[in-house]
């Protein structure tokens, strides 16, 4: 085989890995896993992290295989264009499969999801109600999308990724279990970390979108302060603050030296990756380099909690 063949099969493969949104998949179970040791809990059975790799799929892709699309200049609206019937299918296997998995559930565990709190039905709830309002919710003959107030749209999806990653894991294992959901301080602390964290890589893929949006007149921070003011005025500061916050909180937590520089890390190259977007990059050093992000922050809090 070819050099030139072996590169094209190599493109082949990542454009499918990171398009069709396996790779947010991974992310989020890998979130799921450092936020729930993070808390002290038990790590939750394969079945429970299968969901979630399948929901965050599902999610990302729906608005690619909703309808057929024509040619654009986005290359992963493209892809979806030349492989939608496959993704189309995926899709609905992946909404059989998560029909299937909730019936199984409540059979399972119905006497105690009857019985759930007031509280554990908003955590349910609230987090997939954001989620669909940020696609847009069809109500009295007006669709209402959260992700038209450009500014508000990282808060929107960094709001959904901190209950997916860091409320539900524990949630699902109490039910399963028979205990009661508490609010602890730590998880509360946990949840504006992964919340402020995901937040400044979306306004991070908004810089890639400056274009489109201005155009669309969506007021996002990029389209707002241009490209230059966002990165130094706002991810930079927004980056440091994580940083310092963590420092700070691991100080006061007499946490050792080796757990501190390894929760570092992520922070240090989150800054890194900022400062790297003053030059145009592709699509798929955004979905690689900057999603991979999230990746990185949860290998290192694992190891990070786990043996040190």
Not at 13 to 27: A, K, L, R, V
Not at 238 to 245: H, M, P, Q, R, Y
Request: charged fraction near 10%.
């Amino acid at each position: 085989m070819s050099n030139r063949q072996t590169i094209k099969k190599i493109n082949t493969f990542s454009e499918y890995f990171f398009f069709s949104n396996y790779f947010y998949g991974i992310c989020a179970v890998a979130l799921s896993i450092e936020a729930t040791l993070q808390q002290c809990f038990p790590v939750n059975s394969f079945f429970y992290f299968a969901l979630i790799f399948l929901i965050t799929v599902l999610y990302y892709a729906y608005p690619y295989v909703r309808k057929s699309l024509g040619q654009t200049s986005n290359p992963r609206t493209n892809w979806y264009s030349k492989n939608y019937n496959l993704m189309r299918w995926n899709q609905v296997a992946i909404a059989i499969i998560l029909v299937a998995a909730a019936f199984f559930f409540f059979c399972q565990h119905q006497d105690m999801i009857w019985r759930m709190p007031i509280n554990k039905w908003v955590l349910v709830f609230i987090f997939p109600l954001v989620a669909a309002f940020y696609y847009g919710v069809n109500f009295m003959f007006t669709k209402y999308s959260l992700r038209k107030i450009g500014w508000l749209k990282p808060f929107i999806i960094g709001f959904t990724w901190a209950g997916l990653v860091t409320v539900y894991p524990v949630l699902f294992y109490d039910i399963i279990h028979q205990q009661e959901y508490e609010i602890t301080w730590v998880a509360g602390l946990l949840f504006v970390k992964n919340f402020m964290f995901v937040s400044v890589l979306c306004i991070m893929f908004d810089l890639k979108d400056y274009a489109a949006d201005y155009i669309a007149r969506l007021r996002t921070f990029a389209v707002r302060f241009g490209l230059r003011k966002t990165i130094v005025y706002i991810l930079i500061p927004l980056s440091l603050i994580g940083l310092v916050s963590f420092v700070w909180y691991a100080s006061v937590h007499d946490f050792s030296h080796a757990r501190v520089l390894l929760n570092v890390i992520p922070f240090v190259l989150l800054i890194h990756v900022v400062w790297t977007l003053r030059k145009q990059r592709s699509l798929l050093y955004y979905l690689c380099i900057v999603d991979g992000l999230m990746l990185v922050k949860a290998i290192c809090g694992c190891i990070a909690i786990t043996y040190f």
